[in-house]
T-cell receptor, first 115, second 113 residues
Framework: NAGVMQNPRHLVRRRGQEARLRCSPM?????VYWYRQLPEEGLKFMVY????????ESGMPKERFSAEFPKEGPSILRIQQVVRGDSAAYFC?????????????FGAGSRLTVL | AQSVTQLGSHVSVSEGALVLLRCNYS??????LFWYVQYPNQGLQLLLK??????LVKGINGFEAEFKKSETSFHLTKPSAHMSDAAEYFC???????????FGTGTRLTVIP
């Protein structure tokens, strides 16, 4: 039973390009969370999704960032027109149910570097 | 509003010595509390969690933490440090009904041979 799979593990983009980060939750998990970790900081919540629904996006920047979790396929975090400040590690976590934020399983993260 | 404070961004201990990593929280309601460990270039792994049962929580790898409501603390301890414990440790809080965890800024533990 594979854990939470994130790809790419490392992504380099130039300013103005788009970044797409993918997350496949654990088998049987239908809830996905995205967190961002800036250098020397803790993880900051971005968005919580269930299949085809955004439940809580209170941590998402208002512009350039979007997330989806389609009926089929992985969850995708999309960053348009990246800037240097977007350089960070982006972690995805999944849980089996609505009360499952107590049992989050994290992926290994995607590290974005913006040149 | 919830927040988490981890005192000491870096802690060094000798191998075999006591590990004590501090975490204080503020929350308007009794929260759920967590400790996660992150090894280099890896994701976070749950060490232990407090969910309003026993106040002394035992986790993996010999770690434990005690919930002290009067002190709003949830410090992480291990009696004897091992070299493999070197990592970054994060305390996190989740308020009842909240969708997400709120993390502290982390404490990097170094174990000296």
């Amino acid at each position: 039973n594979a854990g939470v799979m994130q790809n790419p593990r490392h992504l380099v983009r130039r300013r103005g390009q788009e970044a797409r980060l993918r997350c496949s939750p654990m088998k049987g998990h239908s809830h996905v969370y995205w967190y961002r970790q800036l250098p020397e900081e803790g993880l900051k919540f971005m968005v919580y999704l269930q299949k085809e629904n955004i439940i809580d996006e209170s941590g998402m920047p208002k512009e350039r960032f979007s997330a989806e979790f389609p009926k089929e396929g992985p969850s995708i975090l999309r960053i348009q027109q990246v800037v240097r400040g977007d350089s960070a590690a982006y972690f995805c976590a999944s849980s089996p149910s609505v009360s499952g934020a107590n049992v989050l399983t994290f992926g290994a993260g995607s590290r974005l570097t913006v040149l | 509003a919830q927040s988490v404070t981890q005192l000491g961004s870096h802690v060094s201990v000798s191998e075999g010595a006591l590990v004590l990593l501090r975490c204080n929280y503020s929350s308007s309601v009794p929260p759920y509390l967590f400790w996660y460990v992150q090894y280099p270039n890896q994701g976070l792994q749950l060490l232990l969690k407090y969910t309003s049962a026993a106040t002394l929580v035992k986790g993996i790898n010999g770690f434990e933490a005690e919930f002290k409501k009067s002190e709003t603390s949830f410090h992480l301890t291990k009696p004897s440090a091992h070299m493999s414990d070197a990592a970054e440790y994060f305390c996190a809080v989740r308020e009842t009904g909240a969708n997400n965890l709120f993390f502290g800024t982390g404490t990097r533990l170094t174990v000296i041979p």
